[in-house]
DNA sequence: CTGAAAGCGCTTACAG
DNA sequence: CTGAAAGCGCTTACAG
């Protein structure tokens, strides 16, 4: 392996010099032209961590996600990479699996690693707080002395709401899933279910339960089915707390029987396409994930500068057509 | 920062002996203790970058992938990831956004942090073999002294064109897209022609072109469209090189009002499922893409160990069902 | 078994 | 402007 030191030597300078024209700091021009040639000529590659050890900054960021299968978190690591990259950061990729002890473990791991900063979705409260020193940014999770970056959720129900009751659906109903933990699915039930109020349309939820291992499909068939009489479901607008929850209602409503989007209105939460660049898989309410990903790394990079930042951060969502919706 | 100077000093032993302890070397049970306690009240956190300084190992790996937005890559990731972290190595994410340059400029990062190992795919070749001494494991991509882990491509196309022949097709068409630097895509349809030939089925083939930008529906479209005659399609079965291919092509039957699977029988490649975990979109030659990770993982830690691994490993591929053939 | 010391590859005051 | 030296947080021979 090539070191400053042979830089040096090779150039014929100290190794002070060679650093600082390695760093931009003013040399001689002949001894820069010097220093260039040999580090051409040798090849000279710079270790990051040892520079790091002197200089306290490792240009590394480490994003946790529950998982990047999950085809939302694989877009927004996608979307993360590609700005940190910009800002000339490196990505440390964490998938905590559902996992809090894993969830730790990549915690601790950010903090030993050094890197300079913690972005992502983890729901580990409490390991979080002992980050301490190092600057975290939470996306869709708003934990104490934490920032956030999260999409507007409560409006995201109400467009919900308000697309099946201008659409034509009359007798709603609100189907959630995943942790109670993030308080953000609640929200767009809160939202949906406020807007139904307003406009005095009747509104019902079912909590599906948690969605970690795959959706509660047979509660979900037999709940639609309790509700049917004469080959009618009583309610006719649907609207799912994520997109993948929409998909697996829709196979349910088919297995049923029931048309969508003639007889039932279907919506769910995200705006996922297929293959993540197609269709909408589903009428949705598309969050603005590249938008997300952006502000959260700008604020993580905010943070490591010691710069001020919003403690929270609301993008706003929109619906967007995909088939499941009339008109 | 807490570091292993204050450590010795709360134990009130040298520093040799708490890095002694933090390595599992042998220690007087006394001293151990005393250190233990004293890294647990301090809430000591090991630097691993000042190790790897001086071990020349940084238990990190550079996964680089075109994106993780294209559900293949992200499940690879996703496994490989997995897997990495079992061998208690840290996954630093690259994507290379189908570009040489950020290619080059990752390869070349990967060797300035000094990373153990190199993972993924990309094709840059001339800076790929300039890594020289870090060890690089390629995934459908063997290049010139690297080592290789891909599926069995030529039998897929094998496959494919089985699977058609046996379910009633009698006139085949395969099309392609991606990169023609990807030997792998032209695999498929060499398996597929051969199949095709010892059956004695006839069998056209259609380049489609790159698909970084997606894909050539257009083209697609008018081919299909010159190939029909009183409404019908002149072939009754159609494989693509892969299911993003797939369903564009699929978009493209339904637009022309061919029907499928009743009228013309598709068949994609990689098994790719709705939302990563659900049903497959379509029928599909599914890589064993959990097994490719794992043997990826596998290899490039025998080659950081200096051990022994084969150059070249291929993994069976398998049909699947997903309502685009008949039966 | 343990401590003092050298050294990993860098950066950065500090003299000159 | 430049070189020699100290030091970042570790590990590892080497004496004792």
Chains 1, 2 share one sequence.
Do not use: W
Not at 91 to 106: G, I, N, P, R, W
Not at 109 to 118: E, F, M, T
Not at 211 to 231: F, K, P, W
Not at 285 to 300: K, L
């Amino acid at each position: 392996m090539v070191t400053i030191k042979d830089v040096a030597s090779d150039a014929g300078v100290a190794v002070g010099t060679v650093s600082k024209v390695l760093n931009g700091h003013y040399v001689s021009a002949e001894n820069k032209r010097k220093v260039e040639e040999s580090v051409e000529r040798l090849g000279y590659q710079m270790n990051y961590y040892a520079r790091g050890l002197k200089t306290q900054y490792t240009y590394t960021v480490a994003v946790i996600v529950p998982d990047i299968l999950t085809p939302f978190f694989a877009c927004l690591v996608y979307y993360i990479e590609k700005e940190l990259y910009r800002y000339g950061y490196r990505t440390f990729l964490c998938q905590s699996m559902h996992d809090a002890e894993k969830d730790v473990y990549y915690l601790q791991l950010a903090r030993q690693n050094k890197v300079d900063g913690i972005l992502g979705i983890t729901f580990n409260t409490t390991e979080l707080s002992k980050a301490g020193d190092i600057p975290v940014v939470m996306i869709d999770r708003h934990l104490e002395n934490s920032i956030c970056v999260t999409s507007d959720n409560f409006n995201g129900g109400e467009l919900a709401a308000g697309q099946l009751i201008d659409r034509g659906s009359r007798n709603l109903l609100f189907i959630r899933s995943g942790s109670l933990l993030s308080s953000e699915t609640l929200k767009r039930g809160d939202g949906f279910a406020a807007a139904c109020r307003e406009r005095k349309i009747p509104c019902q939820v079912l909590d599906s339960g948690d969605d970690a291992g795959g959706y509660n499909v047979e509660g979900i068939y037999g709940y639609l089915r309790e509700h049917m009489s004469g080959g009618k479901l009583e309610f006719d607008g649907i609207y799912t707390s994520t997109d993948g929850l929409g998909l697996a209602v829709l196979d349910q409503l088919r297995r049923l029987g029931i048309q969508v989007p003639q007889e039932v209105q279907l919506i769910g939460h995200d705006g996922m396409r297929q293959m993540n660049r197609g269709a909408y898989l589903l009428s949705s309410i598309a969050q603005p994930i590249e938008a997300m990903a952006r502000a959260a790394v700008e604020n993580v990079i905010h943070l490591i500068r010691k710069e001020p930042v919003e403690e929270l951060t609301i993008l706003p969502v929109k619906f967007v057509e995909g088939g499941t919706t009339r008109e």
